[in-house]
């Protein structure tokens, strides 16, 4: 952590009145890390709009693995991709369905090429494309 600065902010006392339920409800002590959180938010969300950004984040896949060749195609692509994917989970959550989690790393634009490609599948029922940052920007 660098030096630190202290900051004043006005702000509408029913708009802070939410906010500290919000953050409350979330387990936070005190506003500041609340919102330090938010701005780290913010700011990673704005370095993954840069597609030449170098990103972390996972790849969350629920699908029915009775999906013919469903389970094959998703591994074809994660193979396609195999240098920007460091590791994957795979959790047989009952009968029919899996649940995959995929680390992936690498360009923003190639991540999220990653991400959209295995989603938008053909029987993968639902997935989200978590990104988060290797904390060397913030
Ligand atoms: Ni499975």
Avoid at 10 to 26: T, Y
Avoid at 76 to 91: A, C, G, R, Y
């Amino acid at each position: 952590m660098g030096q630190l600065s202290r900051i004043g902010v006005a702000i509408d006392s029913g708009l802070l009145g939410k906010f500290d339920r919000l953050i409350e409800s979330r387990g936070y002590t005190n506003r500041s890390e609340a919102f330090r959180d938010l701005i780290r938010d913010e700011l990673v969300e704005t370095f993954w709009q840069n597609p030449d950004s170098s990103v972390v984040g996972t790849v969350t896949l629920v699908y029915d693995h009775h999906v013919r060749l469903l389970s094959e195609k998703l591994t074809d692509i994660q193979h396609d991709f195999h240098h920007h994917i460091l590791s994957t989970l795979h959790v047989h959550l009952d009968h029919d369905h899996c649940l995959e989690v995929l680390v992936v790393r690498g360009k923003a634009a190639a991540v999220k090429k990653i991400a959209d490609t295995l989603i938008s599948t053909k029987g993968v029922a639902h997935g989200r494309l978590t990104i988060t940052t290797t904390g060397a920007e913030l």
